[in-house]
């Protein structure tokens, strides 16, 4: 399969900036966008204009800011909308308007109260009118899997008619399976006469659980444009997590032959200043950026880390941005891991003194969750005999050593 470019379309500023508890200050978003710029995604949905004077502003100085990062705002299908987007995305090298509608019909009928042809009619002039101000416009069909397909395909065609350039059909309840959306992906993108004018993307939300997997699935069906978030954050349960698809993408590029622009080894990076700037921090057990995801506790798991870290580790913190493994002291760890982080710390032990110094350990840890250098130092001392903490201060915390590992809790 010849390898395509993925497009990255990150909408942590909107989607994920809308959700309870994650909402930022315009100098906050402004400092956000140059870190999404740094990182190298291709689109940075910066707000949705017409919302408040203070999303308008948002994507206005983002607009400034970004140097070659597309700027997009969202509109929904009314010319004020539109219009309100076009201004703020005005001062971008490249703007996008991004504009939606439901299409369902529990959305047309009980949201909207519109027939599927006045949906129909709002898309295409909203689409229009977009073009006026830039040739680069987004169609969303919002709630697009669960529309009628026959529907969904005739507005679909009439909006790439009408001059949009890329296709959304979002899963915006997180409703749909992977095998599911795939077809889904499929059946839009052979019965859309004109879809060969248009980049088809996905954006899948975490209700389930699935958002990554079925991003994953529609990026196999053709689509080539992603929108996903730092994090995952989003709407309830959030959306696609932009750091997993990008690793996945990375990782198992012999399943997913398609690339992206993204410096992985700024994901960190970009995961800490979001969780700084919000408040809100990821769990331990994250993808790619919880504080778990490269640390090891388990004496079988560390000792195979010591042999060769390819044995639990199927990418480099590095390649990430996170400094460095972590080998975590704990009840579940092994004489290996002891006697290496003795030895980080200048100390040899004979095999006597370092089986001593395990079981100490061990049971220090049974009262404590976690052994601290200190600690160690001091099991080390009692059973040596002698004061080491001295030589313990010679390695400053939180170094890289020779192997690439670190220690820490
Ligand atoms: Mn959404």
Redesign the pocket.
Request: aromatic share 0%.
């Given at each position: 399969m010849a390898e395509s470019r993925l497009v990255i379309f990150d909408?942590t500023l909107r989607?994920g900036e809308q959700a309870p508890g994650f909402s930022l200050r315009v100098d906050e978003k402004v400092r956000m966008a140059r870190q999404l710029e740094a990182l190298g995604v291709d689109i940075i949905e910066a707000g949705f204009p017409i919302a408040s004077e203070a999303d308008a502003e948002a994507v206005r100085q983002i607009s400034q800011t970004v140097e070659s990062t597309v700027v997009a705002a969202l509109a929904r299908c009314a010319p004020g909308d539109v219009d309100r987007a076009a201004w703020a995305i005005k001062p971008a090298r490249r703007g996008r308007i991004h504009t939606f509608i439901a299409t369902s019909d529990l959305h047309l009928s009980r949201k909207l109260n519109f027939t599927r042809e006045q949906a129909l009619g709002a898309a295409v002039s909203a689409v229009a009118r977009a073009r006026t101000y830039t040739d680069d416009v987004e169609f969303s069909a919002e709630d697009a899997t669960r529309t009628d397909p026959d529907f969904l395909c005739q507005v679909i065609e009439a909006v790439i008619d009408a001059g949009a350039t890329t296709i959304n059909l979002?899963d915006?309840v997180g409703y749909s399976t992977p095998d599911e959306i795939g077809s889904f992906f499929v059946e839009v993108i052979t019965r859309v006469t004109n879809a060969d004018k248009a980049t088809f993307s996905a954006?899948c939300?975490d209700d389930l659980g699935l958002a990554v997997a079925n991003t994953l699935a529609a990026i196999g069906a053709g689509a080539r444009q992603v929108?996903c978030t730092i994090n995952g954050i989003?709407?309830r349960a959030g959306?696609a997590s932009l750091e997993e698809i990008v690793m996945a993408t990375r990782v198992r590029h012999d399943r997913l032959a398609v690339s992206t622009g993204v410096r992985t080894e700024q994901l960190y990076a970009a995961s800490r200043l979001l969780t700084e700037l919000t408040g809100e921090s990821v769990q331990a057990n994250k993808a790619i950026v919880g504080r778990n995801a490269f640390a090891h506790e388990a004496g079988i798991h560390q000792d195979g880390m010591l042999k060769d870290r390819r044995c639990y580790e199927i990418m480099r913190p590095e390649d990430v941005g996170v400094p460095q493994s972590t080998l975590v002291l704990g009840r579940h760890s092994g004489r290996h891991a002891v006697a290496r982080r003795c030895e980080q710390l200048g100390l040899i032990l004979n095999r006597h003194d370092l089986d001593k110094v395990y079981r100490q350990m061990v049971a220090l840890a049974d009262r404590q969750k976690h052994i601290h250098d200190d600690d160690l130092a001091n099991i080390v001392a009692a059973v040596l005999g002698v004061p080491v903490t001295t030589r313990l201060r010679e390695t400053p915390p939180g170094v890289s050593h020779e192997a690439g590992y670190g220690f820490g809790v």
């Open positions: 909408t989607d979002p915006t954006h939300h929108e989003g709407e959306n």
